[in-house]
């Protein structure tokens, strides 16, 4: 089982951009789908995008889409979040969650209802105008 640590997060304004990283170990990072869900105050923690092991196919919420980008580095067995054209409602703990799979093929609902096995504990991301 591999063990994630965030990090990245941070104050920015309205339209800035920020990269969140997720940094695995003590497991084949490649073997395993990654996501980032976030949980604002007060509402249920969402789905934000995920990566499949090999990294060939990024899976996004239509919140996002268009704006932030998932990509990973194998090499460094690290997972990032580019977050462009953040808004308000971009304001939330960001969570990276990994789960080991042997497929690279997934629904974005399918995504948001896995039972994720390793999940770190989160980096702040706030939004101000």
């Known amino acids: 089982q591999v063990h994630v640590v965030e990090s990245g997060g941070g104050l920015v304004y309205t339209g800035g951009s920020l990269r969140l990283s997720c940094v695995a170990s003590?497991?084949?990072?490649?073997?395993?789908?990654t996501a980032w869900f976030r949980q604002a105050p007060g509402k249920d923690r969402e789905f934000v995008a995920a990566?499949?092991?090999?990294?060939?196919?990024?899976y996004y919420a239509d919140s996002v889409k268009g704006r932030f980008t998932i990509s990973r580095d194998s090499a460094k067995n690290t997972v990032y979040l580019q977050m462009n054209s953040l808004k308000r409602e971009d304001t939330a703990v960001y969570y990276c969650?990994?789960?080991?799979?042997?497929?690279?093929?997934?629904?974005?609902?399918?995504?948001?209802?896995?039972?994720?096995?390793?999940w770190g504990r989160g980096t702040q991301v706030t939004v101000s105008s």
């Open positions: 969650a990994a789960d080991r799979s042997p497929t690279d093929y997934f629904t974005v609902i399918a995504l948001a209802r896995r039972t994720f096995e390793s």
């Open positions: 003590g497991g084949m990072f490649s073997e395993y789908v």
């Open positions: 990566i499949s092991g090999s990294g060939r196919s990024p």
